[in-house]
Protein backbone atom coordinates (compact mmCIF):
# COMPACT_ATOMS: atom_id res chain seq x y z
CA UNK A 1 0.00 0.00 0.00
CA UNK A 2 2.52 2.65 0.78
CA UNK A 3 5.08 1.30 -2.16
CA UNK A 4 1.49 2.17 -4.05
CA UNK A 5 1.18 5.67 -2.79
CA UNK A 6 4.73 6.71 -3.40
CA UNK A 7 4.80 5.55 -6.77
CA UNK A 8 1.64 7.61 -7.64
CA UNK A 9 3.21 10.48 -5.66
CA UNK A 10 6.65 10.15 -8.00
CA UNK A 11 4.03 10.02 -11.49
CA UNK A 12 2.55 13.08 -9.95
CA UNK A 13 5.70 15.19 -8.53
CA UNK A 14 7.17 13.75 -12.77
CA UNK A 15 4.26 15.30 -14.43
CA UNK A 16 4.02 18.31 -12.65
CA UNK A 17 8.20 18.76 -13.12
CA UNK A 18 8.27 18.53 -16.78
CA UNK A 19 10.61 16.79 -19.10
CA UNK A 20 13.84 17.37 -17.79
CA UNK A 21 16.93 16.61 -20.23
CA UNK A 22 20.91 16.55 -20.17
CA UNK A 23 22.48 18.47 -22.79
CA UNK A 24 24.40 15.24 -24.21
CA UNK A 25 20.59 13.27 -24.52
CA UNK A 26 19.47 16.09 -27.12
CA UNK A 27 18.69 15.01 -30.49
CA UNK A 28 18.71 18.09 -33.41
CA UNK A 29 15.22 18.69 -34.28
CA UNK A 30 14.04 18.81 -30.36
CA UNK A 31 11.88 21.06 -29.14
CA UNK A 32 13.32 22.31 -25.87
CA UNK A 33 12.10 24.60 -23.36
CA UNK A 34 13.44 26.47 -20.32
CA UNK A 35 11.62 27.86 -17.30
CA UNK A 36 12.17 31.52 -16.44
CA UNK A 37 11.16 33.88 -13.80
CA UNK A 38 11.27 31.49 -11.32
CA UNK A 39 9.26 29.47 -13.26
CA UNK A 40 6.74 31.52 -14.26
CA UNK A 41 6.44 30.90 -17.89
CA UNK A 42 8.83 28.62 -20.61
CA UNK A 43 10.92 29.78 -22.97
CA UNK A 44 11.31 27.84 -25.92
CA UNK A 45 13.18 26.52 -29.16
CA UNK A 46 14.54 24.05 -32.00
CA UNK A 47 17.51 22.44 -31.04
CA UNK A 48 19.89 22.45 -34.14
CA UNK A 49 22.84 20.09 -33.40
CA UNK A 50 26.43 21.04 -32.19
CA UNK A 51 25.16 22.88 -28.84
CA UNK A 52 22.86 25.68 -31.28
CA UNK A 53 19.37 26.21 -30.58
CA UNK A 54 17.23 28.29 -32.87
CA UNK A 55 14.65 30.46 -31.17
CA UNK A 56 12.08 33.76 -31.56
CA UNK A 57 12.43 36.43 -29.44
CA UNK A 58 11.11 40.12 -29.38
CA UNK A 59 14.53 41.02 -31.73
CA UNK A 60 13.27 38.12 -34.04
CA UNK A 61 14.17 34.58 -35.14
CA UNK A 62 17.87 33.90 -33.70
CA UNK A 63 20.75 31.37 -33.26
CA UNK A 64 22.24 30.69 -30.24
CA UNK A 65 24.20 28.78 -27.67
CA UNK A 66 22.57 26.59 -25.53
CA UNK A 67 24.13 27.94 -22.37
CA UNK A 68 23.02 31.37 -23.89
CA UNK A 69 19.57 29.57 -24.25
CA UNK A 70 19.23 28.89 -20.84
CA UNK A 71 20.83 31.62 -19.15
CA UNK A 72 18.96 34.00 -17.60
CA UNK A 73 21.24 36.64 -15.64
CA UNK A 74 23.80 34.50 -13.87
CA UNK A 75 21.86 31.35 -13.54
CA UNK A 76 22.05 28.13 -15.86
CA UNK A 77 18.56 27.11 -16.04
CA UNK A 78 17.87 23.03 -16.73
CA UNK A 79 16.83 22.27 -20.14
CA UNK A 80 13.35 20.29 -20.98
CA UNK A 81 11.78 18.28 -23.55
CA UNK A 82 8.19 19.53 -25.22
CA UNK A 83 5.77 16.55 -25.30
CA UNK A 84 3.74 16.13 -27.93
CA UNK A 85 0.49 13.95 -28.70
CA UNK A 86 0.05 13.48 -24.51
CA UNK A 87 -3.13 12.27 -23.55
CA UNK A 88 -5.62 14.96 -22.75
CA UNK A 89 -5.81 14.41 -18.96
CA UNK A 90 -2.04 14.67 -19.05
CA UNK A 91 -1.66 17.98 -20.64
CA UNK A 92 -4.26 19.41 -18.08
CA UNK A 93 -2.86 18.00 -15.16
CA UNK A 94 0.60 19.50 -16.06
CA UNK A 95 1.75 22.86 -16.58
CA UNK A 96 1.34 24.87 -19.56
CA UNK A 97 3.77 25.26 -22.01
CA UNK A 98 5.15 22.07 -21.30
CA UNK A 99 3.65 19.48 -24.03
CA UNK A 100 0.59 18.64 -26.06
CA UNK A 101 -2.07 16.68 -27.38
CA UNK A 102 -0.65 17.30 -31.19
CA UNK A 103 0.65 14.87 -32.88
CA UNK A 104 4.57 15.35 -33.60
CA UNK A 105 4.61 14.67 -37.55
CA UNK A 106 7.67 16.05 -38.76
CA UNK A 107 11.13 13.96 -39.20
CA UNK A 108 14.12 15.46 -37.45
CA UNK A 109 15.41 16.38 -40.53
CA UNK A 110 12.28 18.61 -41.30
CA UNK A 111 12.06 20.30 -38.17
CA UNK A 112 15.79 21.60 -38.33
CA UNK A 113 15.53 22.80 -41.80
CA UNK A 114 12.38 24.68 -41.08
CA UNK A 115 13.71 26.46 -38.49
CA UNK A 116 17.66 27.27 -40.46
CA UNK A 117 14.80 28.40 -43.23
CA UNK A 118 12.95 30.42 -40.50
CA UNK A 119 16.21 32.09 -39.24
CA UNK A 120 17.78 32.81 -42.63
CA UNK A 121 14.38 34.55 -43.84
CA UNK A 122 13.54 35.96 -40.54
CA UNK A 123 10.26 35.09 -41.86
CA UNK A 124 8.02 34.33 -38.51
CA UNK A 125 6.73 37.68 -38.11
CA UNK A 126 6.62 40.21 -35.43
CA UNK A 127 6.73 38.87 -31.83
CA UNK A 128 3.56 39.00 -29.96
CA UNK A 129 3.45 37.69 -26.28
CA UNK A 130 0.29 36.08 -27.01
CA UNK A 131 -0.41 35.34 -30.82
CA UNK A 132 3.11 34.86 -31.98
CA UNK A 133 5.88 34.14 -29.58
CA UNK A 134 8.76 31.34 -29.08
CA UNK A 135 6.24 28.15 -27.80
CA UNK A 136 4.51 29.43 -31.48
CA UNK A 137 7.27 28.95 -33.22
CA UNK A 138 9.27 25.90 -31.70
CA UNK A 139 5.60 24.06 -32.79
CA UNK A 140 5.69 25.18 -35.86
CA UNK A 141 8.77 23.90 -36.78
CA UNK A 142 7.83 20.65 -35.33
CA UNK A 143 4.33 19.95 -36.53
CA UNK A 144 3.58 22.95 -39.04
CA UNK A 145 1.04 24.91 -36.81
CA UNK A 146 1.32 27.83 -34.55
CA UNK A 147 0.67 27.26 -31.09
CA UNK A 148 1.54 28.06 -27.58
CA UNK A 149 -0.18 26.23 -24.77
CA UNK A 150 0.50 29.15 -22.25
CA UNK A 151 -1.30 31.78 -24.05
CA UNK A 152 -4.04 29.47 -25.29
CA UNK A 153 -6.80 30.66 -22.60
CA UNK A 154 -5.66 34.31 -22.76
CA UNK A 155 -5.97 34.05 -26.49
CA UNK A 156 -9.21 32.99 -26.28
CA UNK A 157 -10.58 35.57 -23.89
CA UNK A 158 -8.68 38.13 -25.79
CA UNK A 159 -10.42 36.95 -29.18
CA UNK A 160 -13.83 36.59 -27.47
CA UNK A 161 -13.32 40.20 -26.14
CA UNK A 162 -13.32 41.42 -29.67
CA UNK A 163 -15.98 39.76 -30.32
CA UNK A 164 -18.01 41.06 -27.80
CA UNK A 165 -16.89 44.61 -28.98
CA UNK A 166 -18.45 44.24 -32.45
CA UNK A 167 -21.03 42.86 -31.72
CA UNK A 168 -21.37 45.82 -29.01
CA UNK A 169 -20.66 48.33 -31.82
CA UNK A 170 -22.99 46.64 -34.40
CA UNK A 171 -25.90 46.52 -32.11
CA UNK A 172 -25.18 50.49 -31.11
CA UNK A 173 -24.90 51.58 -35.04
CA UNK A 174 -27.97 49.34 -35.45
CA UNK A 175 -29.60 51.39 -32.92
CA UNK A 176 -28.37 54.27 -34.30
CA UNK A 177 -26.81 55.47 -30.44
CA UNK A 178 -23.32 56.03 -32.27
Not at 87 to 113: A, F, H, I, M, Q
Not at 163 to 173: A, C, H, Q, S
Request: include cysteine.
Amino acid sequence: MVAGIISKSFMILMLLSGNAIRQEELTPGEHIYTYRRYGLYTHHGIYVGEGYVIHFTRTGVDNTSLDSFRREGKKLHPLHSYAYGRPLLEYWLTRWGTRTTLLDTKSPEEVVNKAWELYGGDSFGKYDLINNNCEHFATFCRIGVRASAQTTLFSICQHKAKDVKEWTMKLLRRIKLI
